[in-house]
């Protein structure tokens, strides 16, 4: 069997690859009856472009539509891209192509015995609305040969001899189109496969055109109509696609099936993209999960906390350099983190912030006691579609019922289920009151109705807190040492100011995580401050309260317990300030280090059966939600642990 290429084995998307470029060279289009400059019939006037001058197709985004119909819609309509270690290394290995000139003379100026190489090229065909970016022109006279560097291996063909991927040859003829429209005589291209040496030639004949502008005519209709095709079932091409942790193809397949038989697509040669739909997974053995763990368990990228009042944050180079008045007293790579967040005066510099946003790593703001403020970020997420299928969904109240008692009930299912593992002797009565709010919650007729349901839950829940405690409130000292005015003694809640230690780590681990889902949410492409569970308010940031709702007791409520449990932070650590009380800035370090821990944890998804960290569950379940918005799935799948 021959192997799959992957979009890891050609070369990353190049920024240029999507922008609508000016005019590049002054030449005359033929008639679109006319033969080109190869003698061929150009293409019929329905597969021509709606506005060739504004909405050019790159080879590039050609090259993943015959590749994976998904992988480039997500690319050219809502231009997400992300980097894996695949197209990091072909970036690098295209530095030296992409420096070159971009210098290609007209095609009439050269003479037969003229030969030129011509590095890093970008034409556009008006005629047929595409754009191409060549690494490399061969030319001898008028005659010219497009060179595309691939650092995969090429396949075998049936004759034994390598032979080029679909995907490259439909590329490679764009590349040759739009020589051909600029007045160059073009028979045929090369790619060259990096893995190999090899040097591999790909005839323009007239089937090959023909199938490239059928391939553009089927992008740009997918393009207009602005949906999103079905993810590719059980393909060999996933896990190696930099995408699949924001595709998440085989959960989706999963989530689908668990609601009802869908629709799926197996593509299977060149240009076979409207395929019948087929019905049944296939069979899996039976030491296989439910799903292939195509992302990784854990991120190698850090939040960064500072807290230390005072601090000036600034650049150098891709280095953050933190000083405490005139002394350096960190450097931190840029590379290594994937948040920084500051509690209090601290001082961040102009450049320091522009070369955050430009990396994507959003900068948390919070004030010196732990209250979140809000986010700067880069520009994220440039497509409208789901914020505009979010803004729709919230005017529905039916949809905004039915998500928010999925959201109660699991979050009620949670703090049972935290109850029966951590306390000392979960007391009976609770847990069957707690049974009953779930039940209650999945039949509310009303979202008022599901706040008492829920505050009736956290109720009974708070007032068994105490028994997931399990440290003394002060340890064994002599005499003479003075004791802390403070002990882990949780009544009940309270907040704004919390009134006693407990409390407020609780309000410090729920801003935390209302920081992390906010990220979340801007990353995924959401408008953080319209909700369906908590309607909008001025300044409340309301779909990541929503999101986090399940999480609360898994995440923040577990984070406390087990700073407490392990003395992690102790009554030594907190302050008095009027009626609240406050974490020392050694115990904010110290809580820190609990939520990152717990953040990190391992976890088994219960419907996906593989294990990734808490941080990635978070990514994962607000891109389910984005799949209800916008018609892939119909119910969202709460996160409930067992």
């Known amino acids: 069997m021959q192997p799959l290429s992957s979009p890891a084995e050609r070369t990353p998307l190049k920024a240029d690859d999507i922008q609508s470029p000016p005019s590049l060279l002054a030449a005359s289009s033929p008639g679109l009856d006319s033969p080109?400059?190869?003698?061929?019939?150009?293409?019929?006037?329905?597969?021509?472009?709606?506005?060739?001058?504004?909405?050019?197709?790159?080879?590039?985004?050609l090259n993943e539509f015959v590749y994976c119909p998904r992988l480039f819609f997500y690319e050219y309509v809502e231009g997400v891209f992300a980097h894996n270690r695949e197209t990091v290394?072909?970036?690098?290995?295209?530095?030296?192509?992409?420096?070159?000139?971009g210098e290609l003379p007209a095609a009439a100026e050269l003479a037969a015995e003229d030969r030129l190489h011509a590095r890093s090229v970008t034409l556009s065909s008006d005629r047929h609305g595409l754009i191409a970016k060549m690494d490399l022109v061969e030319a001898s006279g008028d005659l010219a040969t497009p060179v595309d560097y691939k650092r995969g291996r090429p396949r075998d063909g049936d004759d034994g001899l390598p032979s080029a991927w679909d995907p490259d040859r439909v590329q490679i003829a764009v590349q040759s189109l739009v020589l051909r429209e600029n007045g160059y005589r073009c028979d045929e291209g090369v790619i060259y496969y990096v893995a190999t040496k090899q040097r591999v030639r790909v005839v323009i004949d007239e089937t090959?055109?023909?199938?490239?502008?059928?391939?553009?005519?089927?992008?740009?209709?997918?393009?207009?109509?602005?949906?999103?095709?079905?993810?590719?079932?059980?393909?060999?091409?996933?896990?190696?696609?930099?995408?699949?942790?924001?595709?998440?193809?085989d959960e989706t397949t999963v989530c689908r099936e668990s609601e009802a038989p869908s629709d799926r697509v197996v593509q299977r040669t060149l240009f076979d993209i409207d395929?019948?739909?087929?019905?049944?997974?296939?069979?899996?053995?039976a030491d296989?999960?439910?799903?292939?763990?195509?992302?990784?368990?854990?991120?190698?990228?850090?939040?960064?906390?500072?807290?230390?009042?005072?601090?000036?944050?600034?650049?150098?180079?891709?280095?953050?350099?933190?000083?405490?008045?005139?002394?350096?007293?960190?450097?931190?790579?840029?590379?290594?983190?994937?948040?920084?967040?500051?509690?209090?005066n601290i001082q961040l510099s102009t450049q320091a912030v522009q070369a955050l946003c430009e990396a994507e790593v959003p900068i948390g703001y919070f004030s010196m006691g732990g209250w979140f403020y809000g986010v700067t970020h880069g520009l994220g997420v440039r497509n409208i579609v789901l914020r505009r299928e979010q803004f729709r969904w919230a005017e529905s109240p039916g949809f905004c019922l039915r998500l928010s008692r999925a959201l109660v009930a699991g979050k009620i299912r949670n703090q049972r289920t935290l109850l029966q593992r951590n306390h000392l002797e979960p007391p009976r009565q609770a847990l069957n009151f707690l049974k009953c709010m779930i039940d209650e919650a999945e039949r509310a007729a009303s979202l008022e109705e599901l706040l008492g349901i829920e505050g009736n839950a956290a109720r009974v829940y708070f007032q068994n807190l105490s028994g997931m405690i399990k440290v003394e409130d002060e340890p064994?000292?002599?005499?003479?040492?003075?004791?802390?005015?403070?002990?882990?003694?949780?009544?009940?809640?309270?907040?704004?100011p919390p009134r006693d230690p407990v409390n407020a780590l609780l309000s410090l681990a729920y801003s935390m995580l209302a920081k992390d889902l906010t990220i979340v949410c801007h990353m995924v492409g959401f408008d953080p401050y319209l909700g369906f569970y908590h309607q909008p308010r001025f300044g409340r940031a309301a779909?990541?309260?929503?999101?986090?709702?399940?999480?609360?007791?898994?995440?923040?409520?577990?984070?406390?317990?087990?700073?407490?449990?392990?003395r992690m932070v102790t009554a030594a650590d907190f302050v008095q300030a009027g009626e609240s009380v406050a974490l020392k800035p050694d115990g904010r370090k110290a809580f820190f280090r609990a939520y990152e821990q717990r953040m990190d944890a391992l976890v088994t998804h219960p419907l996906f059966g593989y294990r990734v960290n808490y941080r990635r569950i978070l990514e994962i379940q607000a891109r389910l939600l984005a799949r209800v918005l916008t018609g892939e799935l119909a119910e969202y799948p709460v996160f409930v642990t067992r």
């Open 36 to 61: 080109d400059a190869n003698g061929m019939r150009s293409v019929p006037a329905a597969a021509q472009p709606t506005d060739a001058a504004t909405d050019y197709m790159p080879a590039r985004m």
């Open 89 to 101: 290394e072909g970036s690098l290995r295209h530095n030296k192509l992409d420096a070159g000139t």
């Open 208 to 249: 090959l055109v023909a199938q490239t502008l059928e391939a553009l005519r089927q992008a740009r209709e997918l393009a207009a109509s602005g949906k999103i095709p079905p993810p590719l079932v059980d393909s060999p091409k996933c896990p190696r696609c930099s995408l699949v942790g924001i595709c998440l193809p």
């Open 275 to 285: 395929v019948p739909p087929l019905t049944g997974r296939p069979p899996r053995g």
């Open 288 to 344: 296989e999960s439910a799903v292939r763990r195509l992302l990784p368990a854990r991120d190698d990228l850090r939040p960064l906390y500072l807290s230390t009042q005072g601090l000036r944050v600034g650049k150098s180079g891709q280095v953050l350099k933190v000083h405490d008045k005139d002394k350096l007293v960190q450097e931190v790579r840029l590379g290594e983190i994937c948040q920084l967040n500051l509690l209090g």
């Open 476 to 496: 064994d000292k002599p005499d003479h040492a003075a004791r802390s005015p403070f002990a882990f003694d949780f009544v009940h809640r309270n907040r704004r």
């Open 543 to 566: 779909l990541p309260l929503d999101l986090m709702e399940p999480f609360r007791p898994l995440i923040a409520d577990s984070a406390v317990l087990s700073a407490i449990n392990t």
